[in-house]
């Protein structure tokens, strides 16, 4: 029986790790490497899916601890599913929960069973177990099912990390056990490990023995040192199948995403640009701007010159700093646009590097102009 979702690989880099595939769904094609807008609450912050849809995003987020707490994953079921629910017709990758519970609910409890939490809403007292996050995730209908993990925090002892990650592993086999509709559904497994690299190996060898058809990098972008998570991702995509899309969890700032691609990651997410929109910071070719300063009170000039988003093409600093300061919906709607527009817009310059094989190129020309190295 086929997998809901396969990988085909179309070209490697000849200099570096990045690699240019294409990931074939049952709501269409993803093309890799991709950059996965986040629809946390079954909503893309600021953003009408068209919209989201015309930038040229294939695939969002969304998560089972939120939509499992509000409105309730059996709710989304009678309304057919997550993807009628928020009216999004492309691809669908749901997180397990495990992360959300540890970095927002309360008063939680790790057992083997799973994980005890008190709902960050209205202190309601929970259980996700392997099977519950399955059965949610089964339910809102995600073309990419994430198993129910345990990111271990940072730092942790070797002997926490190895406990937890032998417990996750025992969760997975749960998971894969619960998960019914393949041909429907696909379930990606999570590497964990900590910053530990026999750990890392031995995790990615027993979940690979398990065969997905996928594969995330967990227990990344947890507070650990550029460096150090560098060091373990340079190990961790060589343990992982070349057939099978991998998955970084949680890395989304453009240096991490170039950093990431050029090791052979195929997928990357963040919260960061509908999140700093919201703070009025916009992500532009030369930088990071932050839109409440007084320098552009009377700037009349798009925030980014080199961007043709909706944004840049129709409205000035002055007047997005304008709308910002007066707390008018519209800043985080416009600031939100241009974010998810450039680094989608990014995603696709790295894309066609990697085709003509100048992805060490295109990086150095990103970076010395972002960075203003220039
Ligand atoms: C920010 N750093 C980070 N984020 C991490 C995440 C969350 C990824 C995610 C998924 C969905 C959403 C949604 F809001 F769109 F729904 C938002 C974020 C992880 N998730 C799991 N399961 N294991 C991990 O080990 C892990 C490590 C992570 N490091
Ligand atoms: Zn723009």
């Known amino acids: 029986m086929t997998d809901a979702i396969t990988y085909e690989l179309l070209h490697q880099d000849r200099r570096t790790g990045a690699r240019r595939g294409v990931i074939h769904t049952p709501h269409g094609d993803i093309q890799t490497p991709v950059f996965m807008p986040v629809g946390t609450q079954a ?50 990758l749901t997180d397990s929960g495990g992360f959300q519970v540890f970095s927002l609910g309360q008063l939680r409890k790790i057992t083997e069973e799973g994980v005890r939490f008190q709902s960050h809403i209205d202190g309601s007292r929970h259980i996700l177990t392997p099977e519950k996050a399955v059965e949610i995730q089964n339910a809102l209908g995600s073309d990419i099912m994430m198993a129910f993990d345990e990111c271990a925090p940072y730092p942790a002892d070797r002997e926490y990390i190895r406990d937890s990650m032998e417990r996750t592993l025992r969760w ?57 998570m560098l060091e373990i991702l340079d190990d961790c995509v060589d343990y992982l199948p070349q057939d099978r899309p991998r998955y970084l969890m949680g890395v989304g700032t453009p240096d991490y995403l170039f950093e990431a691609v050029e090791r052979g990651i195929d997928m990357c997410d963040c919260v960061e640009p509908t999140r700093i929109a919201r703070h009025g910071l916009a992500t532009t070719s030369r930088g990071r701007i932050n839109i409440k300063n007084a320098r552009f009170e009377r700037d009349f000039s798009p925030l980014d010159p080199e961007c043709d988003c909706y944004t840049c093409r129709n409205y000035s600093r002055a007047y997005i700093r304008h709308v910002f300061k007066a707390g008018e919906m519209m800043s985080a709607m416009l600031l939100s646009n241009h974010n998810l527009h450039f680094l989608i817009n990014m995603m696709a310059g790295m894309r066609k590097a990697i085709e003509e094989d100048r992805f060490t190129e295109f990086k150095k020309e990103f970076y010395d102009k972002y960075y203003g190295t220039a």
């Open 43 to 92: 909503a893309v912050k600021a953003m009408r899916p068209e919209q989201v849809r015309e930038m040229g995003a294939e695939i969002i987020l969304s998560n089972t601890y939120h939509l499992y707490l509000r409105p309730g994953h059996e709710l989304i079921r009678e309304a057919g599913g997550l993807h009628r629910f928020m009216n999004w017709n492309r691809a669908i």
């Open 172 to 228: 997975l086999e749960r998971c894969k056990a619960a998960h019914r509709n393949r041909e429907r559904q696909s379930l990606f497994a999570i590497m964990q490990g900590g910053m530990y690299r026999d750990l890392r190996r031995e995790c990615a060898e027993r979940m690979v023995e398990m065969d997905f058809p996928g594969y995330a990098i967990g227990g990344l972008s947890v507070g650990e040192p550029k460096e150090q």
